[in-house]
């Protein structure tokens, strides 16, 4: 495996395999922190074949604990999803560290060069951890069944199976500026592909509507269905795209509400902001 390299990633181009997960969950970052981590994550994305793809999942702080606790049925001190679904596909996982005031995190998928052409590693671990998410947020699908003692754990679980708000489900990724208009261009017609052949739907929020770990310029790409079944689809049919669109260059700079509130609290942009 390759030695870290600065950002605490495998060092080198494109072609060396970088480390599947730390198994940390890394400490609060300063405001440049996490999009600098995304950006070296990142690195060769440009000039990456179809066989490649960075995908970056937003997941919820009440959300996280689902891909970092132990899967159900795994002994005592197992694995978690993150770095489960890193040892099943070959993909690269990384979660970034938080940014300080942002309800959000950031999970990374690479797949490494030399893979499948008929297999993307990255698309395959973001099915993994979307099942995973879906089924904490009441998606179904949960673990065997207990003894005649879990009763109580049983009643929290059916709780926690209940649609939250108005029953949607969702799912969200953060894609870059060229990434948001190859899903808008020509009447949002890749949107609409997606929401057809899935029943999902996918809607790319505005640039002002990203949350503080994003980079400059990226959006947000949401789904949302109250079938996980639907949001899987939508999920895959998405990341299919978004491995065939990637970005023109790597993902870095601060979002413009960061960088807004950088200068508020008086402190320097890194790069000038957006």
């Given at each position: 495996m390759a030695s870290d390299g600065p950002d605490g990633i495998g060092g080198g181009g494109a072609g060396e395999k970088r480390p599947a997960h730390d198994g940390s969950d890394g400490a609060a970052a300063d405001g440049a922190a996490a999009p600098k981590r995304q950006r070296a994550d990142a690195d060769g994305a440009a000039e990456a074949a179809v066989s490649d793809a960075v995908l970056r999942l937003l997941v919820a702080q009440g959300d996280l604990a689902a891909l970092l606790q132990p899967e159900a049925g795994a002994e005592e001190g197992g694995e978690g999803a993150l770095p489960a679904a890193a040892r099943r596909t070959g993909a690269a996982v990384r979660l970034i560290p938080a940014t300080r005031g942002c309800e959000d995190r950031v999970v990374v998928l690479w797949s490494p060069p030399g893979g499948p052409d008929d297999q993307c590693a990255a698309c395959v671990a973001l099915d993994?951890?979307?099942?995973?998410?879906?089924?904490?947020?009441?998606?179904?699908g949960g673990g065997g069944g207990g003894g005649a003692g879990d009763e109580q754990q049983q009643q929290q679980q059916q709780q926690q199976q209940q649609p939250r708000g108005d029953g949607q489900r969702r799912l969200r990724l953060l894609v870059a500026p060229c990434q948001a208009a190859s899903l808008l261009e020509a009447n949002a017609a890749a949107a609409r592909t997606v929401e057809i052949a899935s029943g999902a739907r996918l809607e790319v929020l505005p640039a002002e509507a990203s949350p503080l770990c994003a980079c400059a310029g990226d959006r947000v790409a949401a789904l949302a269905a109250a079938a996980p079944e639907r949001l899987r689809r939508g999920a895959a049919l998405l990341a299919e795209h978004l491995r065939r669109h990637p970005p023109r260059r790597r993902p870095g700079g601060v979002s413009a509400a960061l960088a807004e509130r950088l200068r508020a609290a008086g402190a320097e942009v890194p790069g000038g902001g957006e």
């Open positions: 993994e951890l979307a099942a995973t998410l879906l089924r904490h947020q009441g998606g179904g």
